[in-house]
Each structure stands twice: as C-alpha cells, then as structure tokens.
C-alpha cells in the first residue's frame, strides 16, 4: 500500500512565523500535491511537483511557496503565516501523469496536518 | 470552468438501507473520475476510480458509475454500515492539465 506521511498531525503558530509543512512518500511517485481543505470550500490545489525541482503553482498559491530537493520529500512553507491560512493542509501523490497509464492514476493522500495560526 | 456539485451535503440512513449519493460535473472533458473517503479529522482514502472510458467500478459493497455525457456520477452504496458513516467526495481530473476538481463532499450517517 501507499504510504504518505505528514510529519505533523496538529500544529498551533503565531502570525509571522515561517511555517513548515513536510510530506513523506514511499511509493516513489513523481507527482506531489499539497491541498488546503476549509469548510464550504472543499479542497483547493496550492502547489503541484511532477518531479524533483519541478513545481507548478495551483489554484491558491499566494503565501506560499514549496520545495522539493528529494523524489520521496515534498514541503510546504508559509512565508510569514497569517490567521487565514488556518486550515486542514493535506499532501497526496500520484504516479505520473503521461504516457499509456496518464488516465489511471489515482492520488493517495497523507492524514493531513490541521494548521492554527493564532 | 469544471464545477463539481455534490447532492445531498448531509444523508442519514438506518443501517442495513441501499443508498445512493451523486456528484454531478459541468465539463465532460475528463480523464477520470474519483470517489474518496474521508473520516472526521483524517485524511482522504481512496474508494474508486473510473476511466473516462468506463461506466462503472465496483469494490464490494460500493459501486460507482459515470455517465460523462450528462455529466453525472452516482456512488451506490449496498447494505449499509455503521462503519460507513464518514464524508463522501467526488474528484475530477480534467484533460490537459494535472488539476483534479474536488466536490464538497456528502456527509453520511449511518444509525444502527
């Protein structure tokens, strides 16, 4: 079985603090996603990483930014938290999505890191 | 702009009932269709996943179909469970790009 692991079930931070959110995988999948999921909004797409080094901005990626140096190894950093980036954020990966097999790929996800910025 | 709607956004059933929740999308350019399960503070798991190709998937007691020109999925659930009360979503992943569409979720009840 897949296996995403979120290094931090809960975290509390302060407004200003720079934040890190790591996500281990070990099905050595290129793709990588971090989520943030709010209530009435469902889950929106910050980041996305198809390789190491490769990224792609989502649809929310304003605040944040992310990096992945490692295959296994996806992190995601507030620059300077604030109160509305108080969420559930939740990390998933997938093989990758070209060539014969790009319709099938279903994304695995970690349990997810519920974030407090106070 | 794909949407993707989630009818009802609350179910509550007494166990043992067949039940049926629906995902509807705007956009029937997709590759697939995912059906996911999420437990009260936890991440989601995966249940199903449907080709654009196919009509449905069964696991068990859960079966999902897709009907793409309608821009409709259905995720049939047989005797239900106790076990099976979590939230239900519906993600699309749409062609030529690597963004998945989430629904809202249906959240479910199952009374013994």
């Known amino acids: 079985d897949v296996k995403v692991t979120q290094s931090s079930r809960y975290l509390v931070k302060r407004t200003g603090e720079k934040v890190f959110l790591e996500c281990v995988q070990d099905m050595d999948h290129e793709n990588m996603f971090w989520y943030r999921q709010d209530p009435g909004l469902g889950l929106r797409l910050i980041y996305f990483?198809?390789?190491?080094?490769?990224?792609e901005k989502g649809d929310i990626p304003e605040g944040y930014s992310v990096s992945r140096e490692k295959k296994e190894r996806f992190s995601l950093i507030l620059e300077s938290a604030s109160t509305n980036q108080t969420s559930m954020y939740l990390c998933?990966?997938?093989?990758?999505?070209?060539?014969?097999?790009?319709?099938?790929?279903?994304?695995?996800f970690g349990d997810g890191t519920r974030l407090s910025i106070l | 702009k794909q949407e993707v709607t989630q009818i009802p956004a609350a179910l509550s059933v007494p166990e043992g009932e067949n039940l049926v929740l629906n995902c509807s999308f705007t956009?029937?350019?997709?590759?697939?269709l995912q059906w996911f399960r999420q437990d009260p503070g936890k991440g989601l798991t995966s249940l199903l996943l449907?080709?654009?190709?196919?009509r449905e998937q069964t696991s068990g007691r859960l079966n999902a179909s897709l009907d793409k020109s309608s821009g409709r999925s259905t995720l049939y659930i047989a005797a239900s469970q106790p076990g099976d009360s979590a939230t239900y979503l519906c993600?699309?992943?749409?062609?030529?790009?690597?963004?998945?569409?989430f629904g809202a979720g249906t959240r479910l009840f199952v009374k013994a």
């Open positions: 993600a699309v992943r749409r062609t030529g790009g690597f963004k998945t569409i």
């Open positions: 449907i080709q654009s190709s196919q």
């Open positions: 990483s198809y390789d190491v080094k490769m990224k």
């Open positions: 998933a990966s997938s093989l990758p999505y070209a060539g014969t097999l790009a319709h099938n790929q279903p994304q695995h």
């Open positions: 956009d029937s350019a997709i590759y697939n």
